[in-house]
Each structure stands twice: as structure tokens, then as C-alpha cells.
């Protein structure tokens, strides 16, 4: 911790009687600093635990620790400006006289300190002012209070925090780039080929492809779209799909707007396809990571082994007061930018994982099907990559079952939130097994039936294991229809869903594609619908499966699940050409999800299958072109995909690829989705980046935006599966 730069003044004043200064040419840069909406963003130390009380946040400060930092709270992602003056004001007491210590500085090295002050707390609220100016610029400031080293227990209370400073109004100035928007990686030679330009023009503007030695191939005239609602924007559509010749570094020019370069070629996605399914290897618990297969700089130790300081998940127990037993639960992928796993992502990951399998069976994609896709340490094994990468998670998801029950555990995860970085094999925190839930159950029904049928020709044995547990499972969901996940919780997502029918429905269908029991039958009910499908909302999968093994189903039903999968297949392709930037996702509220990228591939996956099912372009050319929005052709020219397209996602919310705030580690490896636009910015760094922003904007790429950049195991599974998709075509 750096010692005070440059303080220009610093003076403490009575709480009675003051008027706030006016800063009429800078800004707030705290959020919730009257605690009217309760503790967040504010944290404090695990050792700190603090409440909203009275109006005011409260801690309670322990004894016996050393540091000033051993004990804090705070609030981060604070932007700083170089060269600005910024003033810090609180109000703060405590139950015995105490000086404390608070700072604005970075939040990670080299910890540049503009603002460093000791002060003196009674019993008598105190209001205290400070002004120092920034010598850095940065947006990931952190103000913090920090009572470490007490000799005896004390009680903190603060309201009222304000830090003022800066020219630059919250979110800055966004730079989106050429208004001419396109597909940053490429186009398919045989497919469709279309940009999206920002003018409020009514009239067709000219365009010029250009090659890479800026010589013009092509022209034509664009076409109107006028108004687009998801983004604000008034936009033409530029279509050069009869432009047929493979070539790298093509850019469109619309008057003096050129776009960002682009290639057409016929195996764009073949290194789409590998990335995608890298990140899972990446993400894996429970075993080195080894720069053989990714590098040396994604190589990691194993985490969560139990090796200090880990306290490992070998011998996980339950959270305090659920159970008393302890299970080993180690292996599987680490659900996102945390260190925790969970049953219900995990299941629709391995299940896209194993669908995309099946999709390559059926269709003769050899890719799809081999062994050696992958650098992953199975490669060579006789088995295809694809159900190796499955079969980690399929077998963490089988250990989160209670033998005594047939039960499983929803999720295991640390009893409170990691700061960035952590890398996983330094992750000291306790980690607890959650109560089973009914969906956690019906997910391992699922995905185990699945994994009985697509495994009996190549390990018998677990087929034979992966199918035990499910009809186990099975058995314990009915005996239990109403094993609820609680709302809410520290140190993980809570992933709560108190509706079942739908993992009833999917189960059941897996469970009779893979058996053939005539008794699983009367519980597929669910049908699916444009709303599509999602962790939380499963019944959908029942209809794709259905569809796709029309000879396991009888007639009537495989029939009306294949009317049913093209008439929402047809929907998307209309809310793809109701929109300027194609996307079959298009929210009926207005209101973009989080993870709202996953709901574009989603939606696309379901366009592929039909596709699959009748050989009909247009679905073929829809799926295409829910490429492109996701690879750059959208309202902020920006890819979601790292490592595709010159303005491609690289900060994504994660514990170790945090290359963003510490440089000696990693960005994001090649292929991870970022999470994509989200309506209810419900990140700090989102609310103060993104107030207002219209749904399709509502992004940033930055490391601390967990509400619209982070990464998931259930996303980019989903990206796997159409990247095979356009890979095979």
C-alpha cells in the first residue's frame, strides 16, 4: 500500500449544520452511499460482518489483526481521472474511541494511492472531508475504510459517503467505432452476407466492397430499415451475398464509413469450433492445467484438491444446519467467474455438449465424432473428444448425488465471495454442499439417461452407472416434488427455480429416448415455444429431443414436436428480419436478459435443428446470420467471442483470466462467449457505465460488469454447438 500522493487538503467538520459543495463540473462517483438501497455495492472482510441499520451501515470490527487492510470496507470499480481533483465526505462514528485509516487507490498493483487519511472516531457521529487529487487514471479505484489492527472489538458506523471528482460523466464517452457493422470474423462463400449501417438517412446509400488492396469488387445500394428498436438506432442493410470469392481483409465502404476488415472463405468456423470447446478443459477443477494443451500462459495448478491453502472438494460438507454428511465432489467445470459448480448449468452444458454429438451422428459430421478434435489430455483415448470433455462434468454431477437418498445436491461453492484475481488453487475460502433440490435432481435424470444412451458404445460400464443414477434420481424427484433451491446467497449464485414441471418433462423424455418405458411418457407435457429454452426453463429440450429421435417416440408425438420446433424456428427467422442488426433473439418485454448472447445461440440452435429436420436455406442462412450478430454485426460493433473480430470481448468477468487488473495474468482464452447485453444492469460497474443505455447497448467490456460480461459452462456450450453447426455445413 503506497503512501498519500499529492493530498491538496484535507479538514474535519462537525456534522451539524453543513451544506454540500457544489461541483458543477464533475461528478458522483459512489453508488448507495445513503444505504436507501440497503448494503450493495458495498462489501466488507469476511472477518467484518456488516448490516444496514438504522439508515447507516454498521460493522463489527474484530481484534487481533495486524494490517490496517485486515479488516475493511469498501466499494469498487471507483473511475479515476489524472490530473482531478476528488473529494471524499462521510459520516462515520464508533462504539469506543478509534482511528482509523481510509484510502482511494487501485484496487490491484500497484495499489497507487491519490488518497490516504487517519481519522479520529468517537461515539458522536462526525462528518469528515477530504479532497486529493488523482494521479492516475483507472477505473477500478477503490475506496476503502480500514479498521485492522484493533486491539479490542469495536462497532463502525457509516452513512452519507460521497466522492466527488472528475470531468468525465459516468460511462465516458463510448467509441462504438465505424457505424458500417459487420461480421468482424467472416462470412461463409454460400451464405448470406449482410451489414448493418447507422444513418438517419431515407434515402439508399451506395456500398463498395473492397478488397485488401482497397479496390472496390463489388457495389450496390443499401436498403432502409429505418428505426431499430432494440438499439435506438436508425439503420440501412447492405447485402452482398452474390460476392462468392474467398479472400482475407475485405472491409465495405459506405461513402467515407469503412468497416471493420472482415474474410469470406468456405472453414471459417473450424477454429471456432475447437475454441469454443477448449474453454471447458480451461475451466476444469480438479486437475492441472497444463501449457502442453493450452500454453504457458493458461497453465494452472489443479484447484480445489484439497493442497493448501485449499481446503479442497474431496470432502465437501453440508452447509451448516442441512446435513450431516460429507461428499467428494471434485472434477467437474467451475460454473463462471466463480469457483463454484452447480447442477443446473452444469447438466445443460453437458447436455449440448453430448447433443452436439448426437447432432454429428446423425448428420454425418466427422468432426463432430473423432477423437483428436481437442488438445485435451484424453485426446487419443479412442473415445471423440466431445463425450470426454462431457464426461468431467457428467461424473461431478454424478458425485452431487446423496447415496442414502437418490437426491442431489443443488451446488457447492465457497461460503463467500472470492476477490479478483484468485486463482483456483489459491482459493483459501470453505466450501459447502447446498440442500438437494428437486431441479438438481431431474437435471441428473436427464442428463444421466443421456449419457447411458451415447456412452453404451463406448464404456459400458458407465453407461451402466450413468443410467443407475438416473432412474434413481428419478425415483427420489418423485418422492420429493418439491425441494425448492432458497433465493439469495453469499458466495455463489443461488441458480433458485420453484418451478419443476419442466425438468419432469425433459427428464422424462431423456429417460424414455434412452429406456423405452412406456411409464415415463404421460410426464412429457412440455412444449416448446418462443420463449426457447434456459437453465431455469428446460421443458423446451423435451420437444428438441422428441423431434430429433422420432423413432423412440410414438408417431403422433414426434410429429407435433416437429410442427411445434418449426414454428418457433419460423418466429425467430421473422424477429431476425423485423430487426435492423439480425437476431432471432428479440425479447417480448423489451428488456434484454442476462446472458442475452446465449439466448442468440440458443434461439439459433433451434433454427439448426429445423434445419436438420427438412434441409430448408432458410433456417440454414438464419443460423448464419445469428453468427454475424454475435461476431461484431450489432448496435455496439463488438464481438462477444475473444479472439474473433479486431474489437472482440477481452475483459470478461473471471478469477483467474484477469489480465485487465493484473497483467502477469491471462486475458480470456480464444472462443469464450461474453454474457452480452443485459437490461438490468446489476453490476456496479454497469450502472455507472450504463444508466440508460437502450437494450441492445446495455454492455461493456469491462472485468467488473458480472452482469454483462461474464463467462458460463451453459453459454458457451451453446456456442459450441452452433459453431459445429456452421463448421459442418
Known amino acids: 500500500m503506497s503512501a498519500t500522493l499529492r493530498l491538496s487538503a484535507a479538514c474535519v467538520l462537525l456534522l451539524a449544520g453543513l451544506a454540500s459543495p457544489a461541483h458543477a463540473d464533475s461528478y458522483e462517483r459512489l453508488l448507495n452511499g445513503s444505504f436507501d438501497s440497503g448494503k450493495d455495492p458495498w462489501w466488507s472482510s469476511q472477518n467484518t460482518p456488516s448490516r444496514v441499520e438504522s439508515g447507516r451501515l454498521c460493522a463489527d470490527v474484530p481484534a487481533g489483526t495486524t494490517n490496517p487492510w485486515d479488516s475493511m470496507i469498501g466499494q469498487n470499480d471507483v473511475p479515476l481521472e489524472d490530473g482531478q481533483p476528488y473529494t471524499l465526505r462521510f459520516t462515520a462514528s464508533a462504539s469506543r474511541d478509534v482511528t482509523i485509516r481510509t484510502t482511494v487507490q487501485l484496487a490491484g498493483p500497484p495499489y497507487t494511492t491519490p488518497l490516504d487519511q487517519r481519522p479520529e472516531l468517537t461515539a458522536t457521529p462526525r462528518t469528515f472531508e477530504y479532497t486529493a487529487t488523482s494521479n492516475v487514471t483507472d477505473s477500478h479505484g477503490q475506496l476503502s475504510f480500514q479498521m485492522g489492527g484493533a486491539t479490542e472489538p469495536y462497532t463502525l458506523c457509516l452513512d452519507e459517503i460521497s466522492l466527488v471528482g472528475g470531468v468525465l460523466p459516468p460511462g465516458g464517452v463510448r467509441d462504438l467505432g465505424s457505424p458500417v457493422r459487420v461480421n468482424q470474423h467472416g462470412y461463409a462463400i454460400s451464405g448470406p452476407k449482410r451489414a448493418t449501417i447507422v444513418n438517419p438517412g431515407t434515402e439508399p446509400l451506395e456500398w463498395r466492397l473492397l478488397d485488401a488492396r482497397g479496390t472496390a469488387v463489388a457495389r450496390g445500394r443499401t436498403r432502409v430499415h429505418g428505426a431499430d428498436a432494440m438499439s435506438g438506432d436508425q439503420v440501412h442493410v447492405a447485402d452482398f451475398s452474390s460476392v462468392r470469392k474467398a479472400g482475407t481483409g475485405y472491409t465495405l465502404a459506405v ?41 504457458d500462459a493458461y497453465a494452472r495448478p489443479a484447484g480445489h484438491l484439497g493442497v493448501a491453502p485449499n481446503q479442497g472438494d474431496t470432502r465437501v460438507p453440508c452447509l451448516p444446519g442441512t446435513c450431516d454428511h460429507t461428499l467428494d465432489v471434485r472434477g467437474g467445470w467451475y460454473d463462471a467467474g466463480d469457483h463454484g459448480k452447480y447442477v443446473v448449468n452444469g447438466a445443460l452444458a453437458a447436455w449440448q455438449l453430448m447433443d452436439l454429438y448426437e447432432r454429428s451422428l446423425r448428420q454425418n459430421d466427422r468432426e463432430g465424432t473423432r477423437d483428436g478434435l481437442l488438445r485435451i489430455p484424453e485426446a487419443g483415448n479412442g473415445v471423440p473428444d466431445v463425450l470426454d470433455e462431457a464426461r468431467w462434468e457428467v461424473e461431478f454431477l454424478l458425485r452431487m448425488q446423496v447415496p442414502a437418498s437418490g437426491l442431489v445436491h443443488h451446488k457447492m461453492h465457497d461460503a463467500a465471495w472470492t476477490g479478483h484475481p484468485t486463482i483456483p488453487h489459491l482459493d483459501a475460502q470453505p466450501r459447502y454442499l447446498y440442500p438437494p433440490s428437486t431441479a438438481a435432481t431431474l437435471n441428473l435424470a436427464a442428463a444421466g439417461a443421456q449419457c447411458a444412451r451415447i456412452w453404451k458404445a463406448w464404456d459400458r460400464a458407465f453407461a451402466r452407472r450413468c443410467l443407475e443414477a438416473a432412474e434413481t434420481a428419478w425415483r427420489a424427484a418423485r418422492a420429493h416434488p418439491d425441494l425448492y433451491a432458497p433465493p439469495g446467497g453469499e458466495g455463489g449464485g443461488a441458480y433458485d427455480d420453484t418451478d419443476v414441471s419442466d425438468e419432469f418433462s425433459w427428464a422424462a423424455a431423456e429417460l424414455y429416448a434412452t429406456t423405452g418405458k412406456r411409464s415415463y411418457l404421460p410426464f412429457v407435457t412440455t412444449k416448446l415455444t418462443a420463449d426457447g429454452f434456459s437453465w431455469q426453463s428446460t421443458g423446451a429440450l423435451a420437444d428438441l429431443t422428441v423431434a430429433r429421435l422420432p423413432g423412440r417416440f410414438p408417431a403422433a408425438m414426434s410429429a407435433a414436436a416437429r410442427r411445434r420446433v418449426l414454428s418457433v424456428a419460423d418466429r425467430h427467422v421473422r ?50 446470420e445469428s453468427m454475424d450478430y454475435l461476431l461484431g454485426r450489432n448496435a455496439l460493433n463488438q464481438s462477444y467471442v475473444t479472439g474473433y473480430g479486431e474489437r472482440a470481448s477481452h475483459n470478461q468477468h473471471h478469477r483467474f483470466w484477469a489480465h485487465q487488473i493484473d497483467p502477469s495474468l491471462p486475458a480470456p482464452a480464444p472462443g469464450s462467449l461474453a454474457g452480452g447485453p443485459n437490461s438490468g444492469l446489476q453490476d456496479p460497474v454497469a450502472q455507472r457505465n450504463l444508466a440508460g443505455c437502450t437494450p441492445a447497448k446495455c454492455y461493456i467490456d469491462d472485468l467488473g460488469s458480472w452482469s454483462t460480461n461474464e463467462v458460463a459452462i451453459n453459454w458457451n456450450s451453446s456456442l459450441a454447438w452452433i459453431a459445429a453447426f456452421t463448421d459442418s455445413l
Open 575 to 624: 424477429d431476425m428480419n423485423a430487426q435492423g442488426y439480425a437476431n432471432p433473439y428479440l425479447p417480448a418485454d423489451g428488456k434484454y436478459v442476462w446472458g442475452s448472447t446465449s439466448a442468440t445461440t440458443n434461439s439459433a440452435m433451434i433454427m439448426a435443428t429445423a434445419y436438420d429436420l427438412t434441409l430448408d436455406r432458410r433456417y440454414r442462412e438464419a443460423v448464419l
Open 255 to 295: 461513402g467515407d464509413q469503412v468497416s471493420l476488415p472482415f474474410d469470406l472463405g468456405d472453414d471459417l468456423y473450424d477454429g471456432l469450433r475447437r475454441d469454443a470447446l477448449a474453454y471447458f478443459y480451461h475451466n476444469r477443477s480438479g486437475i492441472p492445467i497444463e501449457a502442453a494443451y493450452v500454453g
